[in-house]
Structures are given as C-alpha cells and as structure tokens.
C-alpha cells in the first residue's frame, strides 16, 4: 500500500462489480490504483482493466502500482469523453465500470492549491495542463456570480456575505494563495460555524473546486454514458463525497430504472425515461465505523450500484 490515497469502501466496491473472468472493467478515476488493483487481481490476468484519470501524477502513480499487471489501458483524460476514448479502442460495450468520484488525498496534501489548512498557490486544478486556476476565477468572476457559485456548488448559505468578503479583499490585494482566500471566509463568516466541526472556508472551497474543474457536468454526462454502454447484467459502481455528486448519482439511476422526471403539470412523458437498470442499493452503502475510525476521509462516502437489464 502507498500512502498517495487509501481506497475508500474497496471491498464493498469491487465486489458490487461482481467480476467474471474474461470481463472488461472500467475504472473512471484510477487515483493512486488501489481500487484497480483489487478489479485486476480479480481479473486474474483475464480480460482488462481500462483506467482514466484527467491528472498525470495519479496516471503516474497508478502504472507504477500497476506494474505487474499486463491486462491494463491507462488513459489520461477527463471521464467525460469515456465514450469516445473506448470507441478510439474499438470497444462499445463493457461489463462493469466505477466512479470514485472527487479528489484523492494526494491532491489534497500535495501543493495543489486544493487545502485551505495550509498556504499552497490558488490552483485547485485537477489537470494542470488545462483550463483556468481558481486564483483566476476567484479574482475576475462578478460579485453576483461568485455568489451563485458559491451557494450552488458549496451549498453555503451565507454566500452573498462570502462573496461581498472576497471582491473587498481583492480591490486591495490578488488573491493568490489558498490561505488568504480561507482567512477571508473564515473573518467574514467564522461566527457562524463556531459550533460545527469543520472549517468555515470547507464550502466556499468546495464550490471553487468544482467550478474550476467543471466537475458536476463530467459525472452527469459519463454517468448516462456508462449505463448506455454496459452489457446486459454488467455493473455501474459509484463513489460519492457530498450531497451534490449523490443528488446526480440517484437521479441519474432513477431515470435509468423508468422513473419519469417530467414536471407534474406536463399530461404525458416527454422525458423518455425506459427501465434500463435495475437499482441495486435501494440505500446507499456507507462505510463501517471502523473504516471511519481508519480513514477519515470516508466519513460522508455513499455507494450505489445498478444493474443493467
Ligand atoms: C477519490 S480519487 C480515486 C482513488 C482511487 N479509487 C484509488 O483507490 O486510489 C479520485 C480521482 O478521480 C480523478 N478524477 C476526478 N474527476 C475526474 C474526471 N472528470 N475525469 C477523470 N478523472 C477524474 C481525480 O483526479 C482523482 O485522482
């Protein structure tokens, strides 16, 4: 085991894949490869393994851990195009395929600009080699639209007050740094969060996290991807960190079991819902105190499986 990430729910997770020899497994976030090494082992050295990541260090160190496995693809690209990067390999139907979403806990510790506990460079970029840094958001964005953000993808109440906290303080100085934009929040809203156990900047930063790596639009549309790929009985397994991710997951699945997501008023469906699958976890999996107490990191984590008909 490597210290880059501990594998949250792995047992519980590989084993909803139910894996047959011969299989093709997708893994949509390899991180540091610790639920893929479980899917190959089951493999045992049958079918393959195909893993995305859309961060080079996690490709970097899943290959090394992986290494004595031949039956493996790797592939550093966002989930998002999971379709079309398997139809480039000629494959258009798979047998199972797992979500563990968010970041590891090698992002989080490692200079990334993702952890508000220590002073790293604003960054929070997943792929380093795209797109726009959350300095360069939380800089330019609109007062109102940070606003937005923040309540929509933080879900923090007090978001115009957070907001209002962060166009004052950079009228005066960039924000550069992961620690002064977590000692705006926490001056601006600390009171409020005096009696919870987290930090009052956890929502404001997760709101930035998921805006800068567009990461709500990735799962919607790769969830309804997989699902459409899987072979009859075939797997989706899916890892969630926070209501929003969840809210995606469920939905996503009840419309894939037949449930119609018409507005009441409309007299018939329009929305083509059709039982594809059947929804294994009528609850989520959660993981044991004892994986709590191990791994705190998998506190909020919810599993949830379907099975294509
Ligand atoms: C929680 S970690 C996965 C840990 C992994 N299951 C393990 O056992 O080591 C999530 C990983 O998914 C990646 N990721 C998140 N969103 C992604 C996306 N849209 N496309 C590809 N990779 C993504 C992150 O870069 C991160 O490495």
New binding site residues.
Partial sequence: MTN??K??L?EEAVSSLDIKPGSVIV??????????EEILKKLNGTGMLIG????LD?INEATKRLDAYSNKILIN????YLKEKLKEMNIDSIDGI?F?????SY?LDADRGFSFLRDEVLDMR?DRESGKTAAAYVNNLEEEELANIIYNYGEERLSRRVARAIVDARSKEYINSTKQLADIVAQKIGWAYSKLNIHPATRTFQAIRILV?D?LK??EV?LQDAIDILKPNGKIVVISFHSLEDRIVKRTFQFNAGRCKCPNKIPICICGAKEVIDIETKKPITPSDEEISDNSRSRSSKLRVGRKL
């Fill in positions: 880059y990430h594998s949250v792995l893994d949509a976030t390899l991180g540091g490869g610790g639920h893929s995305f990541d859309r961060d996690a690209s966002n989930f998002l797992l563990d979403l968010g970041v590891s992002q997943m790596n990461e990735a799962i790769a």
